[in-house]
C-alpha cells in the first residue's frame, strides 16, 4: 500500500466490491458505478449546492426508492468485432465503439431480455448488422419501450434500409419468446447520423404505441416520443412541482416545453386553463391524442419554438398567473426569458435537466423581478452524474 492512505484504499476496494456491471469501466454510461448510492445522492446535491445555493438553501435530494433497472427505455447498438461476430451494446463515450452488453443495471430487466433474444436471432435468421462506414446492412439499433405495470411493451427495430428479410417469420419468433410484447415498429434510419431513431416508421405487429399510466393519467407513447425514463421519480419530481405552483382551479397555467403533454395534463384538473408549446410536431400530435384520451378539455397544444411562441403571445399582452418550464439541456433563450417577464406569472416553476443552465435562467430571472425561494434536486438518473432539479420562483414587486 506504499503511495497511498489506508482510507483511501479500503474505500477503493468498496466501490469494486459494489460494482455490479462487468463493462463500466470501459462502457461510461454509468460514471458511479461501484459507489454506493448514498454517496451518489451526496455528491449530486453537493453539486446543485455549489450551482445554485447562492439562490436559497438546497432541499435534500430526492432519491430513489431503487436505483436499479429503472429505465423504462432503453436502446443498444448493434456492429461487428474484428472476427466478424456480432455485438449488441453501449456505444463507449463520445465513440461509436461497441461495449457487448448483456445485462445494464440500470435497463429494464425484460429490456435486457428481449436485446438478449434480438442478437441471437439475428444469428440464427442470418441476417446482417449495419456498418457505419459502408453504410450498408440491416440491424442498425434497438430501442425497447416498456409500461410501468409491464402490461405493454414496445420494440423498435432500426433498419439501415427498408429491405427487412423474413421480417414476419422474425417477429413471429420474438413474439413467441416473449408474448409481452405488444408492438413492433420497424423505423428506417438509412442517414450518416448519430441519431438512433429515423423519420419513417412501419408497423409490424400491434398498434405502434403503448400506453403508460403517469400520475392517475394515461399516455400514449410512439417510438419518437419523449418521455422521462425512470417512472417513479418522475411521478415524485412532477408531484412537486405542481405542488409549487400553488394552483386552486383558477389560474392560467403556461407549460412550456410540453413534449407530449404529460405535465401538463396532470395538472389540469388543478387550473382553470393549461397553455402548452412544443416545438417537436410528433410530441405535439401525441400530446393532443392524449388530451382527448384522458377527456382532458382545458389544455390547449402550440406547435411552435419556445422563445417564438412567448414573444408572440407577450406582443398580445397575454397573461398568465403561473408557469411551469422543463427545456433542454441547453436551458431557456434570451427570447423566452424577456417574454416571461412580460407576461408576469406570480410564480414560475423551472424543472432542469442541467443545473449549469439553470443557474444562469436564474440569474436572468432574479434580475428582472423574480426571487427564488425553493431549490429541490431529485435524482431521475442514479448511477450516473445527472441531476434533475426543481426551481420555484415568486415575484418581488
Known amino acids: 500500500m506504499e503511495g497511498i492512505s489506508s482510507v483511501v484504499y479500503n474505500k477503493a476496494m468498496k466501490y469494486e466490491m459494489l460494482k455490479k456491471c462487468s463493462v463500466c469501466d470501459v462502457c461510461g454510461g454509468c460514471q458511479y458505478q461501484g459507489m454506493p448510492y448514498e454517496e451518489q445522492l451526496k455528491l449530486k446535491e453537493e453539486k446543485v449546492r455549489k450551482l445554485l445555493g447562492k439562490f436559497c438553501k438546497v432541499n435534500e ?46 435497463a429494464d430487466r425484460e429490456a435486457n431480455k428481449i436485446f438478449n ?4 436471432l439475428l444469428i440464427s435468421f442470418r441476417l446482417s448488422v449495419f456498418d457505419e462506414n459502408s453504410m450498408q ?44 410484447i405488444t408492438t413492433v415498429v420497424q423505423n428506417i434510419n438509412n442517414r450518416h447520423t448519430s441519431m438512433v431513431l429515423g423519420d419513417r416508421d412501419i408497423v409490424l405487429y400491434g398498434k405502434g404505441y403503448i400506453v403508460d399510466e403517469l400520475c392517475g393519467y394515461s399516455f400514449r407513447l410512439s417510438p419518437q416520443s419523449f418521455y422521462q425514463v425512470n417512472h417513479a421519480q418522475t411521478e415524485k419530481m412532477y408531484k412537486y412541482a405542481i405542488d409549487c405552483l400553488g394552483l386552486t382551479g383558477k389560474e392560467t397555467v403556461l ?8 405535465i401538463g395534463i396532470i395538472m389540469s384538473e388543478r387550473a382553470k386553463e393549461v397553455i402548452s408549446v412544443e416545438i417537436n410536431k410528433s410530441a405535439i400530435r401525441d400530446a393532443v391524442k392524449n388530451a382527448k384520451m384522458n377527456e382532458i378539455s382545458n389544455v390547449s397544444f402550440y406547435c411552435d419554438d419556445a422563445g417564438k411562441f412567448m414573444q408572440k403571445i407577450a406582443s398580445e399582452k397575454r397573461r398568465v398567473d403561473v408557469a411551469l418550464m422543463d427545456p433542454p439541456r441547453a436551458g431557456a433563450d434570451d427570447k423566452f426569458l424577456k417574454s416571461l417577464v412580460r407576461m408576469d406569472p406570480r410564480r414560475i416553476v423551472y424543472i432542469s435537466c442541467n443545473p449549469v443552465t ?19 434536486p431529485v435524482d431521475l438518473f442514479a448511477f450516473t452524474q445527472h441531476v434533475e432539479c426543481i426551481a420555484l420562483l415568486t415575484k418581488t414587486k
Open 117 to 120: 433474444t434480438i442478437r441471437k
Open 358 to 376: 439553470q443557474k444562469d435562467n436564474l440569474k436572468y430571472l432574479c434580475n428582472n423581478g423574480y426571487k427564488v425561494d425553493v431549490i429541490q
Open 61 to 106: 435530494i430526492i432519491g430513489c426508492d431503487d436505483p436499479y433497472y429503472y429505465r423504462n427505455k432503453v436502446q443498444i447498438s448493434f456492429g461487428k468485432d474484428y472476427k466478424g461476430r456480432i455485438l449488441a451494446g453501449n456505444y463507449v463515450t463520445s465513440t461509436h465503439t461497441i461495449v457487448p452488453v448483456s445485462d445494464c443495471q440500470i
Open 137 to 180: 446492412g440491416l440491424m442498425r439499433h434497438v430501442l425497447v419501450r416498456c409500461s410501468a405495470d409491464h402490461e405493454e411493451t414496445m420494440v423498435v427495430l432500426v433498419t439501415g434500409n427498408f429491405n427487412f428479410p423474413r421480417k414476419n417469420d422474425f417477429v413471429k419468433e420474438l413474439l413467441k419468446r416473449h408474448p409481452n
Open 255 to 262: 407549460d412550456a416545453y410540453c413534449g407530449i403533454g404529460t
